[in-house]
Structures are given as C-alpha cells and as structure tokens.
C-alpha cells in the first residue's frame, strides 16, 4: 500500500496548493463529511487492540481490511511496511483475468464448488468500476465488453483504458492475426483467454493514473468515514499465539531523527489476517512458528504448527525475446531524443495522453503452441501439458515497445544509438518448474530466500525453444508490413539457430513477468495434499483465528494475470467473515455472438492491405490542440502480485 502524499506532507502540501488559488486547505484536513483523516493512521509505538489485524496493504490486504471495516461495529487495522504511492511506485496495474477451466481445476484441488466460474464471478465483479472507451475519440479495434463482465454497481477499482496506444501494438494486432491469434471474439475478462485483444487496465480515466487498492478501496473509505486504521512505514515482526490461537502481531516502526526504533503490539479480538505477498507471507508464517519443522528449528523458532507447504510450490510467469530495430516511434525515441521526451511528460500532464499513458503496445495474445512448432515437442512434454484444462493457454504473447535486451536493467538495456527497438515476447503461461521460499533468519528484517527455479523442468525449455521459434514467425510478418528495420535481428542475432544456442539466450534473458503465486496453498482438508497451508476459506491448517489472503493463498497460478484473483479473493473471504454470501449471476456468453460480426469484419479489413490496426500504423485519431493522438488500448481487468520493473519509458506493473 502507498497512501497519498498529502496525508504526509499536509500543511506544506496544503499551503502550496492553497497559495496557488487551486484547492481548499480544508480539503487536506477533513475528509468532507467532517472526519479528520490523520484519525486513520494509528499511533506507532502504542499497544493496541482491534477485531481484525491485516498485514499488508497491498491489494488483498486494502481490499479485504476495507470491506472488513465497512460495518461499523468491526475495528480493522493494517500494517504496512511501505510509504507513500505517489513517491515510491510506477503507474501502471494490468492484467486479464483467469479462464473458466482454470477455476473448475481450482475448484476441484480445493473440494469447494464456489471458486468456479459462475459462483467466483461476483466477486471479480464487485471491485471494478469500469469505463468503456469512447468510440468517437479512437479508432483502433476494441470490441465492446459484453455486458456480464462488469457491474454497473461494482467499484471501487477503476477499469478503463489509457488514453494512447503505440504504432507497434497497431501492427502487432496485424501480425498476430496474420499467424493465426484470432481477434477474441469476447472479452480479456470474459473467462476465455485464446485469441488477441487490446484489453483494459486499471486506470483512472479521468487523470490517467493508476486505480491502486489505495487510490480505489482506502480513498473511497476515507471519505466515507469508514477506513481501517493504517499503520504506515510499520512491519510486523511476528505473529503472536496464545498456544495454537493467533491473538496479534508484534510490529516495529523505524526510528526518526536519531531514535531507535519502536516495538509495540497489536492485539486481534478476531483474526489475523496475513496479506503480505508471496514472498513474505510464508517468511511471516515460518518466523511466527507455522512451517517446515526443520527449517523453524534450524533457526530456533518454536514451532506452532509444522506445515511443510509454507514456502513450497511457487509458480510464476516468465518472458524473453528476440530484439529489433523498427521503423516506429518507440520508448527508444525519448532516449535518444530528450525534446520527445519532454513531449511525451507534457502530454501525460497537460491530458493524460501520450506514450507515458500507455503500458506498452497494448495488444496482447494467447494461445496453445501451435504446429508446427508443437510436433518438435517430445511426447513427454505434450503429455505433461496435457494436464491443463483445453482453454489455458500455454503462452502469452506480450509486444513491447521498447529494448529489453538481457533484462539486467531495462532503464540502460536500450543502445542509444539513433533507433528504434521494440521486442516480441512470449511469456510461459502453463509452466511446469516450481519454486520455493524459505527464511535467512528468524527475523522479518532479514530478506527471505528465494529460489524462483524458472525453466528447470524440461517441459518449460522445450516450450520456450518452441515460442522463441514461433516469435521469429511474428517478426517475419512485421518485416513483410515494412515495420523493421531490415530482416536482421539485433539480439541474440539470426545466427542463433539450433535449440541449445537458442536456450541459452533464453536462460541469459528471461525475466518474471511478477506473477508470483502459491506459495501458502490453499488445499483440500480431506485429500492428502502435502503442501495446503490454508482451507478453501483461506484458514491456516493447525491453528486458530488466522488466515492467509493473497496470492500466495491461490492453489496455483491461473493463465491471465493474478490481479484479478487477488482482489476477488480477498472480497470473497471478507464476504465469508462478514457471514454474506453472493448469488452467482448466472453467467452466460450473451453479446458473444453479436461480437463475432465485428470480430469477422475488423479481421477482413486487417488482412486486407499492408495497414495497421485502424488504418495504419499507429492508429492515429482525433485530439484536441492538433497533436496526434494514438488509439487506445492497454492491458486487463484486475489482478493481484504490485511488483514494478521499468522499462524504457513505462513502468510495468502486473
């Protein structure tokens, strides 16, 4: 969580903007129904005692703490060991939500037919506000969401889209449609994945910022004077037992000024909710006692309950690609340029428009490895892929238009010699390599380590030989539209041809697209599961009066991005404490096949020609002032890990 900075820095905040004629200094102190916002933000140093303690104040913890707090007769605290969004984070959260086999699979390993399609929908549902785009001002090939998507009532999470999207996404959708990645004839959101799509995100479209946990769920309660109690720039060391009975967390805050740090505790009349993130809700769990036996007394920590499952069984999502020079503005141009640059900050100020508005190129494919490249793998690994349900698919094709190069530092890989790069890149969606968490020390403030072990199952190496082959395809189209640079590929180069030279290019470039997952599963209490941590109702295994909510609770990692699952996750446990229950919406696929005339008709009009998505590329349309405004189009509904990793122009947040 990153609260908003003028609830930090209030008087000298307020006496700018107050000088300035632009706002009320009493905006800054109230929240406009008479509640003082400094009363959200509890008193570090100062034992206290609520009915809910959450740690974390990320997506899962905001959302749930916030929904918890909504009765007024529930007090609610969070522990968040961050700052302040506006001053620490990026500006962008994307990501399309899971397929309908992918929750019929999770609502099988856990034994609880809620987390299927039609009874896990609502709560998708009830955290987004969405915006459609506005057809008069863009003109690239966005289909109307059906209308069971979203709900008119839900929020408060703003789903929209940015205000720009790149010549490259344009030409993307031409050349994912040229290879066979229909246009999707749904929705992103709709449980159906296989296909291409420029998608939603969530973004504000009012000021094109990013709709945060934060900016949505904790800025709706503040003003409506219903917030929990924040503990900001606070973490928490350990969760406390009275035998095998959470009743709180110990937390410090540090010092300032010369002080040293402050312990106290926050004692839980109700549940501990444990909302940290993949990585450290197991360091949590296993520092507080719950985990591997060996590890706790490895480290002398008494162990509560032994759960071999804490730290086991990540998942997570991993990119690469092949680099080249393209006769397109890309995030490349503000590198070499700085005047572009300062074009691209004055349009995102004035308008919210321009290349710093938009993730990327914007358009995104999906698909099962198709032939031939899917006969080149062994019969082990086809076997092994055969587990997935038939509409998850194996890869996600991602556009960016920018260098990424070896992905060592993506604010320096660009070579910042007069060209434009861009990169197509495919991601593994159905991986088979797992890894682990486990603790440096019994102490929180000790990082914990990790072991993301991408690509060591065979099956994985195979796939993404396969994909880099495939992507080679996609640039062939490109090349044939006149959008490289010559036919040459600037990294890892032509000349890097046979499946070892390929994967080892692979191996030195890869990077976690930050889908972190499962490392605290959720498992069926009568199977055998050696790795359950928690129950279908996020409850850890063995004790009392804790639960696990986020990412690391799901029982895998579903194809989409988390996002999505995260924020509904934790509205359906809120719901569960909260003793509500949702009627499942009777899900359908109406405005499908009303979709699948427009789909054949921007398909006809994409094939036909060498134009771009909407005409050409870049898909220019109309803005006021005369600057060209590119279309929209971004990436996804809703969904869960908030890691942030820079690349060129854009902050990538999944």
Not at 189 to 208: E, R
Not at 222 to 231: E, H, K, R, S
Not at 604 to 611: F, Q
Request: with cysteine; glycine share 10%; proline share 6%.
């Amino acid at each position: 969580m990153h609260l908003p900075l003028s609830h930090h820095l209030l008087p000298l905040s307020a006496l700018i903007a107050t000088a300035a004629g632009q706002v009320n200094l009493l905006d800054y102190a109230t929240d406009g129904i008479g509640n003082i916002l400094g009363t959200y933000f509890g008193t570090a140093g100062t034992n206290a005692t609520y009915d809910y303690v959450v740690v974390g104040g990320g997506n899962a913890g905001l959302a749930i703490a916030t929904r918890l707090a909504e009765d007024p007769s529930i007090s609610v605290a969070v522990i968040e060991a961050g700052g302040f969004y506006e001053t620490d984070n990026g500006n962008r959260s994307v990501v399309p939500g899971p397929t309908v086999g992918s929750l019929k699979m999770w609502a099988d390993e856990v034994g609880d037919q809620s987390y299927t399609w039609d009874q896990f929908l609502p709560y998708y549902k009830k955290s987004c506000n969405y915006t459609s785009f506005d057809p008069g001002l863009y003109n690239a090939t966005i289909l109307p969401q059906p209308d069971n998507v979203f709900d008119p009532a839900g929020g408060p999470l703003h789903v929209s889209y940015s205000n720009y999207a790149d010549s490259f996404g344009s030409w993307a959708q031409k050349a994912f449609i040229g290879v066979g990645m229909a246009l999707q004839k749904l929705s992103l959101n709709a449980g159906v994945l296989n296909g291409s799509a420029f998608s939603t995100l969530t973004i504000n479209p009012t000021n094109g910022h990013r709709s945060s946990s934060e900016s949505s769920f904790l800025q709706a309660a503040l003003q409506n004077g219903t917030a929990p109690i924040v503990y900001k720039n606070s973490l928490a060391q350990k969760i406390l037992f009275n035998d095998t009975t959470a009743t709180g967390v110990l937390v410090s805050t540090a010092g300032s000024y010369g002080t040293k740090p402050v312990n106290f505790t926050l004692s839980a009349r109700k549940e501990v909710i444990v909302s940290a993130g993949t990585f450290q809700s197991p360091q949590l769990l296993m520092v507080s006692g719950i985990g591997p036996k060996a590890i706790l007394q490895q480290y002398g920590i008494q162990v509560i309950k032994d759960l071999a499952g804490v730290g086991k069984n990540m998942w997570d999502h991993v990119l690469f690609g092949a680099n080249r020079r393209v006769n397109v503005l890309t995030a490349s141009a503000s590198l070499n340029n700085p005047l572009i640059a300062a074009r691209g900050a004055e349009l995102f100020r004035t308008n919210a428009s321009g290349p710093l508005a938009a993730f990327g190129a914007g358009y995104y494919g999906w698909e099962k490895l198709p032939d031939p490249y899917r006969a080149n793998l062994s019969e082990t690994a086809r076997a092994a892929l055969s587990a997935f349900p038939s509409d998850w698919p194996e890869l996600e094709w991602l556009p960016i238009s920018a260098y990424l190069g070896y992905q060592t530092n993506r604010q320096k890989e660009d070579p910042r010699d007069g060209y434009n790069y861009a990169t197509i890149n495919p991601g593994i969606i159905a991986p088979l390599s797992r890894g682990n968490v486990t603790i440096s020390s019994a102490e929180m403030s000790d990082p914990p380590i990790l072991s993301p072990n991408w690509l060591e199952d065979p099956t994985d190496q195979e796939i993404a030989i396969q994909s880099f082959k495939r992507s080679r395809e996609i640039w062939a189209q490109l090349t044939s539209f006149g959008i490289t640079n010559g036919d040459s590929e600037y990294l890892p180069g032509l000349n890097v041809t046979s499946d070892a030279d390929i994967l080892d290019y692979i191996q030195r470039s890869l990077m976690t697209i930050y889908h972190a997952s499962s490392t605290c599963k959720m498992g069926n209490a009568n199977a055998t599961d050696p790795f359950a941590v928690v129950d279908p109702r996020a409850r850890v295994y063995g004790v009392q009066n804790l639960r696990v909510v986020d990412a690391s609770a799901f029982p895998f990692l579903p194809p989409g991005h988390p996002m999505s699952t995260v924020y509904a996750l934790a509205e359906k446990i809120a719901d569960d404490i909260l003793g509500k229950a949702m009627t499942p919406p009777g899900y359908n696929l109406e405005g499908y096949y009303e979709n699948e005339q427009l789909v054949m008709e921007h398909e006809t009009n994409l094939t036909a020609g060498g134009k771009g998505a909407g005409g050409g590329a870049g898909a220019v349309s109309r803005q006021a002032g005369g600057a060209g405004r590119v279309s929209r189009g971004s990436m996804a509904v809703v969904a869960a890990l908030c890691h942030c990793a820079v690349s060129m122009l854009f902050v990538w947040v999944v």
